[in-house]
């Protein structure tokens, strides 16, 4: 059985085939971008495309995201929420706790969660998450979240080498792809049926922030109205990273680059 059609099997077992519908593709450009076009052509809410490689992965700001065949978990899916689409970006957090739960679950390692859209072991990054909101001229007709993660990778390039490993490199066992994929997906759905309730992370809040790498200590935060160090303490009702500046004040950040100390180099 190839990995995808063990995710299936897992996913019917779980009694969550209904909701989600896998396609694989050996080869694609972007695991979000074929979502996007699929949506484009009425594709519905629980659509998952799987990619074994991705010519053209695409990371946040812009970044490439390199997506070789044969080790790593490369997918994305696509959500129609009836919610007020202000709260659409949420739904990044809600992947987030939902991947690090199941890498628990599946593996025992330790991931945490660094705000927003990374998983980490202890320093380093084993998995990134890219959402996408798809437009048309009605206004926002749905979501893409695509998800990266580096599964039985055996090595890095040199240049990610200090900042990123692998379920392999640090479990030191082969894990399947197809086990955890389906688990995400489990994990992803009961997270989201919390969340629609009000449309926030008010529930998930507290089970977010367990997760959080950077509680309690320093971060740096690059902002469209310049960069300035403080300490992290865990996310609010609407997702936002509350912060103490060295000034003593209390800000909630929506948006912009958060490195913490410790994680990636930054000592
Ligand atoms: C990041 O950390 O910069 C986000 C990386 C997101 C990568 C995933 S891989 C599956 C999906 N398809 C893409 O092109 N990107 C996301």
């Known amino acids: 059985m190839s990995w995808c059609a063990e995710a299936e099997a897992l996913l019917a077992r779980f ?10 593709m050996e080869s694609v450009d972007s695991t979000n971008e074929e979502v996007k076009r699929r949506a484009r052509q009425g594709g519905r809410e629980g659509l998952v495309v799987v990619g074994e490689e991705q010519t053209a992965g695409k990371g946040r700001l812009g970044r490439s995201w390199k997506s070789p065949a044969g080790e ?22 809600v992947m987030g706790l939902a991947g690090a739960e199941a890498v ?32 048309d001229e009605g206004g926002p007709e749905g979501l ?18 200090e900042r990123a490993t692998s379920l392999r490199l640090e479990s030191g066992e082969e894990i399947s792809r197809g086990r955890l ?17 009000r449309g926030d992370m008010s ?25 300035y160090t403080a300490v992290s ?19 909630a950040v929506s948006a912009g680059e958060v490195s913490v100390r410790g994680l990636y180099g930054y000592v």
């Open 144 to 161: 893409v979240i695509g998800t990266g993660v580096n599964v039985n990778n055996r090595d890095f390039p040199a240049e990610l080498r």
């Open 233 to 251: 303490l865990g996310i609010d009702g609407r997702g936002r990273l509350l912060v103490r500046r060295t000034t003593g004040e209390t800000e």
């Open 181 to 197: 994929l389906a688990h995400m997906l489990r994990a992803f759905r009961r997270f989201y049926a919390v969340f629609l309730v």
């Open 15 to 24: 009694g969550e085939d209904a909701h989600f519908c896998l396609s694989y």
């Open 104 to 135: 628990r679950e599946l593996t025992g390692l330790p991931a945490r969660i660094k705000w927003p859209n990374d998983l980490v072991l202890g320093t380093k990054k084993i998995c990134g998450i890219l959402t996408e909101v798809l437009m």
């Open 203 to 227: 529930a998930l809040r507290d089970r977010y922030n367990e997760y959080l790498v950077s509680r309690g200590g320093e971060v740096r935060l690059e902002t469209p109205a310049g960069a």
């Open 72 to 93: 790593a978990l490369y997918f994305s899916f696509l959500l129609r929420p009836d919610i007020a689409p202000e709260n659409w970006s949420m739904l990044t957090l």
